[in-house]
């Protein structure tokens, strides 16, 4: 089935993950943003549950997009300029939250630990059987990721709204690529970049010393 005209596509919000890759292997903010802008868009689709999970990613979106659209939007074209930046500034609280507490770091990093989820969904998604639950598959993949960093109340909020997840071949309908088939085939397409992406920011904060910020 073809995408209606103008149809929100999931093809498109992945493909900005892909652009945002230089051949420095530097990772461009402005498309990394817009990547996550349209997830956003895609998670409000699934329902009014899912608007507050969505709410704090697009608090944090807001952040670095004020950050890349301010006065020092030179240092913040790519995530390595950015932390280079804000480090040698002393504009990051490593120890706990205090003089700088929407670092653009800071910030990036739980955006990069829910991309790690998204990962693992759509993996799961595309390799299950077509009668998996999607709630389980979303679930397990939060459970191995994004569930460590979050208080008992959120992971059990999170999970209520895994509940109401459709079925497999009516999520990948959602996603409005066109069959089941070919949306397994655009994952199959796209999953490799999300997973660069993420090996590109995991390295980076790695090597920096990033990745426990408060
Ligand atoms: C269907 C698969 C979708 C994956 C999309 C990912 C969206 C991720 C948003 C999860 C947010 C849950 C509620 C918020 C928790 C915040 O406390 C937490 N933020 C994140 C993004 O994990 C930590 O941010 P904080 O409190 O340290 O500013």
């Known amino acids: ?79 390595q300029a950015m932390v280079r930046y804000e480090l040698s500034g002393g504009l990051v609280d490593l120890q706990r939250r205090s003089a700088h507490p929407d670092s653009g770091c800071r910030t990036v990093l739980r955006l990069h630990r829910a991309l790690r989820w998204l990962q693992l969904f759509l993996e799961g998604l595309r390799t299950a059987r077509q009668d998996a639950s999607t709630s389980a598959i979303c679930t397990d993949s939060y459970n191995a990721s994004l569930a460590a960093y979050h ?39 796209a999953l490799p970049h999300i997973r660069n992406v993420y090996g590109i920011t995991q390295e980076l904060y790695e090597q920096h010393h990033l990745l426990d910020l408060p």
């Not at 944090?60 to 950050?67: L, V």
């Open 1 to 79: 089935m073809a995408a209606a005209p103008g149809a929100f596509s999931l093809r498109e919000v992945l493909a900005g993950f892909q652009e945002c890759v230089t051949e420095q292997r530097e990772v461009l903010l402005g498309p990394y943003l817009c990547g996550w802008r349209g997830l956003v868009r895609f998670l409000n689709g699934l329902g009014a549950i899912f608007s507050f999970i969505s709410k704090d990613a697009v608090a944090k979106i807001q952040i670095m997009e004020n950050y890349c659209g301010g006065e020092r939007r030179e240092e913040y074209r790519t995530l």
């Open 151 to 189: 208080p008992w109340v959120v992971r059990k909020a999170a999970v209520v709204a895994f509940c109401t997840l459709p079925s497999r071949d009516a999520f990948l309908e959602v996603m409005n690529v066109g069959g089941p088939e070919e949306a397994v085939e655009m994952l199959g397409d």
